[in-house]
């Protein structure tokens, strides 16, 4: 498996994998309407192809004999929640094709995803996470991330709770494991 940064040429293969993991994580779980409402706004090609013009966005993606398997989607923005330095680098997005859970894609995947985070200079990442899902929930803290507050996420129409799980400390804590994975 490889992990490597996306570029424009990825948006299409990257909005289907974006849009289908979504849809398979919380689909059954929510409305239709809204899980379609929010795939169409978030996941599109051309959407895509704008955060990966963005130099304040990088989208690592998980390759295993040239299919795309997983990805994540780090930013780095003003909009921080309270627990979180303004510095900080969130994990907006990270999610891996159903059909590789538990094959270390995400083990992996994470790995390069905190490696480019400390690259790019950061020593706190932080996430949201629906507070329904468990599983994340229990991988993200396998990490070192702790839940530091919550904040609202609209799906649709719907509006849920996203636990914010944050990880390191500009004092304190490590933020990386001394494994690394390689980016290319």
Not at 33 to 52: C, I, N, P, R, S
Not at 131 to 147: C, L, Q, S, V
Not at 149 to 166: A, C, H, K, N, W
Request: include cysteine; hydrophobic fraction near 35%; charged fraction near 25%.
């Amino acid at each position: 498996m490889r992990i490597r940064v996306a570029n424009e040429s990825d948006a299409e293969a990257l909005a289907t994998l974006a849009g289908r993991t979504f849809q398979d994580t919380f689909g059954t779980e929510n409305r239709p309407e809204d899980m379609d409402a929010y795939v169409a706004a978030t996941f599109g090609t051309h959407l895509q192809q704008t955060e990966l013009r963005d130099p304040g966005c990088t989208v690592l993606l998980a390759e295993q004999d040239r299919d795309l398997v997983g990805y994540s989607q780090l930013i780095s923005s003003t909009r921080v929640p309270p627990g979180i330095p303004a510095h900080a680098i969130e994990i907006q997005r990270f999610y891996v094709d159903r059909r590789y859970h538990g094959t270390g894609v995400a083990r992996t995947l994470m790995q390069g995803t905190l490696d480019r985070a400390r690259a790019g200079g950061a020593s706190v990442v932080w996430l949201g996470v629906w507070e329904r899902n468990a599983r994340a929930i229990a991988f993200y803290r396998k990490y070192g991330f702790t839940d530091v507050g919550s904040q609202p996420f609209r799906l649709g129409e719907d509006v849920q709770t996203d636990r914010i799980m944050r990880r390191g400390d500009t004092n304190t804590a490590k933020l990386y494991s001394p494994h690394s994975c390689s980016v290319e």
